[in-house]
């Protein structure tokens, strides 16, 4: 007679093996083959947020309140124009290279049309005489304005 092992010969020793086995099979079923590669270089992985919306804009009508007139102009006749503003700092200019030993630098100056300020840039001149000297523009202090007073040779 043929003699079976132990587990086999318990009340339910077959059953209780057979039951073993299927879930000992199922698990190296359902678990799979972890295979792990290493990379050469390490993976990077950039994580990219979609910009955050604008902010709403929103559009007023601001009234422009009344201001008086930049220029009083004196009678025909006087030529003067008073201008209530101070005319702005002037700009850095580049002064070029000398045309000649008898030409003279005039510098740049402000001057009023309109209803701005305008920037005229500096130049070279020969002076009208030899000993003539050159006398910039200039804005005066007056009252409650200021003044233009142009440039001359003397």
Known sequence: MNRLPHVFTRSGGLAR????????????FFSGCVVHESHPYPRRVTVVAPPAPPPPVVVRE????????????????GGVVIVRDAPPPPPREV?????????????????YRGRAYVWIPG????????????????????????????????
């Not at 601001?62 to 006749?77: E, Q, T």
């Open 17 to 28: 093996a057979a039951a073993y086995a299927l879930v000992g099979g199922a698990g190296l």
């Open 95 to 111: 002064v070029t290279v000398r045309p000649s030993h008898r030409h003279i630098w005039i510098s740049g100056h402000w001057v």
């Open 123 to 154: 130049h070279w001149e020969i002076p009208p005489h030899h000993r003539a000297v050159y006398v910039g523009p200039r804005w005066e202090r007056r009252g409650g304005g200021y003044v233009y007073i142009e440039g001359y040779w003397r």
């Open 62 to 77: 601001v009234p422009v309140p009344a201001s008086p007139p930049p220029v009083v102009v004196a009678p025909a006749g």
